[in-house]
């Protein structure tokens, strides 16, 4: 798995720790890791809910309670984190491993998929998918690729652009052919 994807939003998660006592002590934990609130390596169990404009799986879970702030337990502050995830689609119920915790997320590598989306493509096509990121929706089947193409630039004309309210998008329109073209826009402008 290319932990270059990002992350993804989890709506429900039940953490396991399938790792045994030899691996755990045969693990390098690096050296600028934070522990909080995941222990490095740590397996979760987790429903994606979104995807970044990268194609990044988004899932959020409830932030763990032995590492919340009183003001957190008062309910001042949002409990909930966000873990990225690579190569996963909305609605699918995933195994991730923690790799590296951020301030306000972290981010995991996708072990399993336990509830595939209906959409999911089985093998991408393309032998580099998981690796050069030029690609990154090739998991799902073409009409889902459209459809969150065009939430996408929705979405960032509205947080981004802070179009209120957003202009109307137009469905993003493809080819036939989904495979074996390239397909390049270059933008020209007058001075």
């Given at each position: 798995t290319d932990r270059a994807w990002g992350g993804l939003r989890i709506l429900s998660m039940s953490m396991s720790m399938s790792t045994t006592e030899p691996e755990q002590q045969q693990v390098q934990v690096p050296k600028k890791f934070v522990p909080v609130p995941f222990g490095y390596r740590e397996e979760l169990t987790v429903?994606?809910?979104?995807?970044t404009n990268l194609g990044v799986g988004v899932c959020r879970v409830p932030y763990p309670a032995q590492h919340l702030t009183s003001e957190q337990e008062q309910?001042?502050?949002?409990?909930?984190?966000?873990?990225?995830?690579?190569?996963?689609?909305?609605?699918?119920?995933?195994?991730?491993?923690?790799?590296?915790?951020h301030k306000?997320?972290?981010?995991?590598?996708?072990?399993?998929?336990?509830?595939?989306?209906?959409?999911?493509?089985?093998?991408?096509?393309?032998?580099?998918?998981?690796?050069?990121?030029?690609?990154q929706y090739q998991h799902m089947d073409i009409q889902i690729q459209r459809e969150w193409k065009t939430n996408q630039v929705k979405e960032?004309?509205?947080?981004?652009?802070?179009?209120s309210p957003c202009p109307e998008v137009t469905p993003t329109v493809g080819t036939d052919e989904i495979y074996h073209y390239r397909s390049k826009i270059t933008p020209h402008y007058d001075k």
């Open positions: 429903r994606v809910s979104s995807l309910g001042e502050e949002a409990t909930d984190w966000v873990i990225m995830v690579p190569t996963v689609i909305p609605g699918e119920l995933i195994k991730v491993r923690v790799f590296r915790n306000t997320y972290s981010d995991a590598d996708l072990l399993e998929v336990l509830e595939p989306s209906p959409h999911r493509i089985s093998e991408p096509p393309c032998p580099l998918f998981a690796t050069c990121g030029g690609c960032l004309l509205q947080r981004v652009a802070e179009f």
